[in-house]
């Protein structure tokens, strides 16, 4: 197999083992780690169509985490998609109203986020052994509400780590809160900030970059990580389920085997959407890839007009994990339409933090036809919910909603009937009382806990683990701060 290394977006430097890349996190000159190039698939889709969820992942991620051993990465793997999530499947794909709907929403946290923090500790812990680290690793991570409890869970109570996460005070659904504030595990710390997911974010990616508080923890036998989807072992296990689901389709004969399917995402930070666009580079044929955003539209714009422009209002909205102005992971497929030039990448990325905004040129807007920017407001997000409701019964999240609507825009807009394949991110009882208000304005009436209970009724689905671990668990973490605290608050956790 051919070995894949990774360095930065931003410099030629040094090139990394894939180990070092998932311990490193984020790499030293800002940038992020990318594939020296993507592999491809060495598997038939016919033969991945047999193997279950566990098999078929290794056989995607072997080809980019090309150090790791087959029985290190198998041993990964079975310890991630166990029995935390609640259905042998991990993601099954149901279909309703003409669109399939991938269901990544059925592990711990039900969240998409547990596709990929399932497995991230236990790739950081063997990357540790198998590097010799003996430092204690710290977790860094900003959160718009999902990734910071998916990483709770997954790093809670793992020797040789800890992890704080910083969420937007204000930013985040009751449940969202509930979920982190309530987190058990003595190497957990939560931290709401007075700021928005961007202040948080480039916070905690300042702190990356302090070489001397680097240092000063280095000296104490801490080494700093990330758990955001700048780290590349968030990605590569989120590519596994588009092949997935393709697979499922192919499996059902839905589809025949080479028929393109295109897919359509609900995006913030622009990880989930690029995962897909490197399984359609390992060559799952994919046509067109829908990214789907909320009021915070700033992708929208970018790929109508190909500028990227983050001076702009910020909205609060009813899907609050795609509330982003800067979506860290763009910088990953900007370096690939620059023609992995790395100078011309620094370049622009450093408009986007000097000015905020950056334009790409014309010819390398060209590497951007595989994308259809689509956004949805808060009232189409909402009207969305309740017309697949109405008309199916099936009952989907606000994020999920999102990306609905804009695939009807597509399909209406393109006349283009090729299958599409929706990620569904969120359980709607994440999200419970957006959802239910648009189904029926008179359930906010309710309790968020009564509209568990009326949500349970109208779907038929059972009530998660998860949201019956929060009714009555209580609050551990109470610490708040201001976006120019963040680096306080760390060194008093790790004294
Ligand atoms: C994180 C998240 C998103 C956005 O995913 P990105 O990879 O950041 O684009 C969408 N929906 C839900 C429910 C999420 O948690």
């Known amino acids: 197999m051919k070995e894949v290394t990774y360095s930065s977006t931003r410099g030629e430097g040094i090139k990394l083992s894939a180990s070092m890349a998932v311990l490193k996190g984020l790499a030293s000159d800002g ?24 098999g078929l992942a290794y056989e995607v991620m072997k080809l980019f985490l090309t150090d790791y051993t087959e029985d290190e990465l198998k041993k990964c793997i079975a310890a991630a998609y ?26 711990a946290t039900i969240a998409f986020k547990d596709m990929a923090l399932s497995l991230l500790p236990h790739l950081m812990t063997t990357a540790a052994k198998k590097n010799g680290l003996d430092k204690e690793i710290v977790i860094l991570t900003a959160t718009s509400g999902d990734t910071g409890k998916a ?22 659904s009751p449940i969202q809160e509930k979920q982190m504030v309530t987190q058990k595990g003595a190497n957990t710390m939560v931290v709401g900030i007075h700021g928005n997911f961007d202040d ?16 000063e923890l280095d000296e104490k036998g801490f080494v700093f990580s990330s758990a955001n989807s700048i780290n590349i072992g968030r990605l590569v296990p989120q590519v596994c389920y588009y092949v997935w689901a393709y697979t499922r389709l192919l499996k059902e004969e839905r589809i025949k085997d080479g028929d393109q399917i295109n897919v359509c995402v609900p995006t913030g930070n622009f990880g989930n959407i690029l995962a897909a666009f490197y399984a359609k580079n390992m060559g799952l044929p994919i046509k067109k890839l829908i990214c789907a955003s909320n009021t915070n539209k700033v992708l929208f714009d970018f790929f109508e007009s190909g500028t990227y422009d983050r001076n702009r209002e910020f909205h609060v ?16 497929l900007i370096y690939m339409i620059a023609g992995n030039d790395v100078k011309r990448c620094a370049e622009l990325m450093g408009e986007l933090s000097g ?3 950056y334009s790409i040129s014309d010819s390398e807007k060209k590497g951007l036809a595989d994308f259809y920017g689509g956004y949805a407001d808060e009232k189409e997000t909402s009207e969305q919910i309740a017309k697949i409701y109405k008309t199916s019964g099936y009952v989907i999240d606000t994020h999920t909603a999102v990306a609905s609507f804009v695939c009807d825009k597509y399909k209406a807009e393109t006349r283009d009937d090729t299958p599409v394949v929706i990620a569904s991110t969120a359980s709607p009882y994440k999200f419970t009382r957006s959802v239910m208000n648009s189904i029926d304005p008179e359930y906010d009436k309710k309790t968020d806990f009564e509209l568990i209970d009326d949500l349970c009724k109208i779907s038929n689905v059972e009530i998660p683990q998860a949201i019956e671990d929060i009714r009555t668990a209580p609050v551990l973490h109470k610490t708040e701060c201001d976006i120019d605290e963040m680096k306080t608050v760390i060194a008093g956790f790790l004294k």
Do not use: W
């Open 151 to 172: 990483a709770l869970a997954g790093f809670a109570d793992v020797p040789g780590t800890r992890i704080v996460v910083f969420y937007p005070k204000s930013g985040v």
């Open 355 to 357: 000015n905020g905004k």
């Open 200 to 215: 948080a974010q480039t916070g905690v990616k300042k702190i990356f970059g302090d070489k001397e508080f680097a240092k």
């Open 82 to 107: 166990d029995s935390k999530f609640d259905t042998e499947e991990i993601a099954p794909l149901s279909e309703s109203c003409g669109s399939y709907y991938l269901e990544l929403f059925h592990g």
């Open 317 to 332: 909205t009813s899907s609050p994990s795609m509330d982003i102005l800067i979506s860290s992971n763009l910088e990953r």
């Open 31 to 54: 940038g992020l780690f990318v594939p020296d190039h993507i592999p491809t698939l060495d598997k038939s889709l016919k033969e991945l169509a047999e193997m279950d969820y566990q």
